[in-house]
């Protein structure tokens, strides 16, 4: 037999020698780009599963932002002027742009 260096031979014998070279000429003469790891069809399910989930998270934002404090405008477009707590937490969110755009004026920060 021969030394053995990892599970390659150094010296092989004669009746191991197809096998090994059968292994040598596989690890050569193979693709020298990354082969596909998944069908086609595999990888159309996995995005249509993700978009769906997308679409659920997004309608699921879409209406706990309904709930959200925004602009008294967007209040009156969306029809929601008539809710108190919203008009409040309205007011006071523009209230502090205001005031953050006093304190910032356009320009000032170059």
Do not use: C
């Not at 995005?47 to 679409?55: L, M, N, T, V």
């Amino acid at each position: 037999s021969g030394q053995s260096a990892g599970n390659t031979t150094m010296f092989p014998s004669a009746t191991s020698t197809l096998p090994q070279r059968q292994q040598i000429s596989n690890t050569v003469f193979r693709p020298h780009w990354n082969l596909p790891t998944m069908s086609l069809s595999e990888l159309a399910e996995r995005e249509r599963a993700e978009a769906i989930q997308r679409g659920e998270a997004q309608k699921i934002a879409e209406e706990q932002a309904k709930f959200q404090p925004r602009r008294y405008e967007q209040l009156v477009r969306d029809g929601m002027e008539d809710d108190e707590k919203l008009v409040e937490a309205s007011a006071k969110l523009d209230r502090d742009w205001d005031d953050w755009k006093e304190a910032n004026p356009r320009g000032s920060g170059n």
